[in-house]
Each structure stands twice: as C-alpha cells, then as structure tokens.
C-alpha cells in the first residue's frame, strides 16, 4: 500500500498529542486520596463509569458523585477536570510531526473525552494548531468511543473515506487494535521518534 494511497492520518489526543494519561496522572491521584489500590480504581473508573462520561451519556455531577461513592471520598476530591487543567501539556513532538504532515495529508484527531476536558484542551492547548486539524471528532460530541468498530466507521462515513486511505495512530492497543478490525491501518504510539519510524515504513514522508 503506497503512499499515494492515504489520504489523511488521525491522531489520539490524550497521550499523543496532549502529555496526559490517566494512567499514569489522574489515577495515582486518586489512589493516593482514597487509599485505594490503583488497580481497583482503573477498574471502578476506566470500565464504566469513564465510558458514560466520554459518551455524554452521563453528566460530570452524575460522575463524580458515583466515583465519590465508590472511593468513599468527598466529591469535591474527584477533581476529574482539574488534574487534567494542571498537568495536561502539548506534546510538541508530536504537533511538529502533523505539522510536516499537513502539506501532504489531511490531519484530523479522534478523541474519547469528556465535554470538560475537551473545552478545555481546545480552548487552552490546541487553540493555535486546530488549523491543522480538518476533520475533529470527539466522543463527547458523536456519542460513540474507542474502541468500539462503530466509531471508526462513523469517522471513515464523516471523511468520505475508506479504511486503506487512512492511518490511524494510538497510545493504547485496544483502540489500535479497534481500528484495524474497522480495516484502517494503525500505529502503537510509544513515541514520536518511533511514530516517524513506523510511517515511514508506511510509505510516508516525513
């Protein structure tokens, strides 16, 4: 499949092009407030109770008042947004890349966030290179999330593309593996130095 085939590459947001991860800046935070295991709180927060909240099919009250619940913490102590306000930075490796990119390729991001940190992100840290994003789409606003196969065919629909015009990159397997069973070409993201390594395996300049 050669370069002259793909027509737009999309880019995750959190921890990719934002310096974010739960994982590793929003859960020992909680861990460390409620006393609760890490494991426990990636399990009572990631599997459900997240997914509601990047579809916008439950409200930040409603979140933080089950998660509140569920770590037995006062609800003012979930900060759900003000972590992510305070430490969430560009990763400006990556802004570079889809900045060489744009020349050639149309660039777009696909996101599973929430409404309170999507505002935030756009309006605070992406503001000055959302021009280089033709097509965005966040699961706060389509009401659909990673990994599910229907999001990738809804972003496919929208761009009035097909799955080998595309090159999808992630920081987590289970969205790139999503992605590939939709029939789109997806990058492991570890790094920038390795992101350009694996496009240009890819056929892409960079």
Known sequence: ????????????????????????????????????????????????????????????????????????????????????AKTARLCKGTINLAKRLHGNYDIAYLSNTDRSRYVFTVKSILKPYLRLFKYRFASCDIHLRK?????????????KLKGSEVIFIDNQIENVVGARKAGIRSIWFKNVRQLEKELRKMGISV
């Open 1 to 84: 499949m050669g370069e002259h085939m793909i027509k737009c590459i999309i880019f995750d947001i959190g921890g990719v092009i934002i310096d974010f991860y739960n994982i590793n800046d929003y859960y020992p935070y909680l861990s460390k407030v409620s006393g609760v295991p890490l494991k426990k709180v990636v399990k009572i927060i990631d599997y459900e109770e997240r997914v509601q909240l990047d579809k916008g099919t439950k409200s930040q009250r409603y979140f933080d008042k089950k998660v509140a619940k569920q770590l037995g913490i006062g609800e003012k102590k979930v900060m759900w947004y003000e972590v992510y």
């Open 147 to 159: 990994p599910d196969i229907g999001v990738y065919r809804y972003v496919l629909k929208r761009m």
